[in-house]
């Protein structure tokens, strides 16, 4: 994804975070797909390949938000609140795609360390709702439209 100037101004505040986290912009990352990669996509079989996530989901109880990656969001979704025993929520979540956006790996260790000061609980950080914010601004910096969002309607009702 391309980010002209308008969008730019508009997400200036994910732009800072990212070029924090990442040190240059995010319409920087051409990335030429792997010739493994092409293969498969030849193949028709990458589909399984594209399922790479980043997230960030809210215990309402405790309000601690996960910042976490999986190749499925849903089944994802449901091991963590079958293990937790309670309704975690999803705030945002984005499905990088292979070859173009960095590496869900990448981003998550990013996200962990830039909060390292706020983590209570392995993955689990205690984020002010302008730390949520700036991580929803950077989601949608990187994959625009297409992300998964409920901040808004998470956290107005809590």
Same mark, same amino acid.
């Given at each position: 994804?391309?980010?002209?100037?308008?969008?730019?101004?508009?997400?200036? @505040?994910?732009?800072?975070?990212?070029?924090?986290?990442? $040190?240059?912009?995010?319409?920087? *990352? @051409?990335? @030429?797909? !792997?010739?493994?990669?092409?293969?498969? #996509?030849?193949? $028709?079989?990458?589909? %399984? =390949?594209?399922?790479?996530?980043?997230?960030?989901?809210?215990?309402?109880?405790?309000?601690?938000?996960?910042?976490?990656?999986? +190749?499925?969001?849903?089944?994802?979704?449901?091991?963590?609140?079958?293990?937790? +025993? #309670?309704?975690?929520?999803?705030?945002?979540? /984005?499905?990088?795609?292979? $070859?173009?956006? =960095?590496?869900? =790996?990448?981003?998550?260790?990013?996200?962990?360390?830039?909060?390292?000061? !706020?983590?209570?609980? +392995?993955? %689990? *950080?205690?984020?002010?709702?302008?730390?949520? #914010?700036? /991580?929803?601004?950077?989601?949608?910096?990187?994959? $625009? #439209?297409?992300?998964?969002?409920?901040?808004?309607?998470?956290?107005?009702?809590?």
């Amino acid at each position: 994804m391309t980010l002209n100037r308008e969008a730019m101004t508009k997400v200036a @505040p994910a732009v800072n975070l990212y070029n924090t986290l990442m $040190g240059r912009y995010v319409n920087d *990352f @051409p990335y @030429p797909l !792997k010739k493994h990669q092409m293969r498969l #996509i030849e193949e $028709g079989d990458l589909f %399984w =390949e594209m399922e790479d996530w980043v997230y960030l989901i809210y215990n309402k109880y405790n309000n601690l938000c996960k910042i976490g990656r999986t +190749g499925n969001l849903h089944a994802r979704m449901l091991s963590l609140r079958a293990t937790s +025993g #309670i309704s975690l929520q999803l705030l945002v979540a /984005i499905n990088l795609e292979a $070859g173009y956006d =960095e590496k869900s =790996e990448l981003i998550e260790e990013l996200l962990h360390d830039h909060f390292k000061s !706020k983590r209570e609980l +392995g993955e %689990w *950080f205690s984020l002010s709702v302008r730390e949520i #914010i700036s /991580i929803r601004l950077l989601f949608y910096a990187i994959e $625009g #439209i297409d992300m998964r969002d409920s901040v808004k309607e998470v956290l107005s009702d809590n």
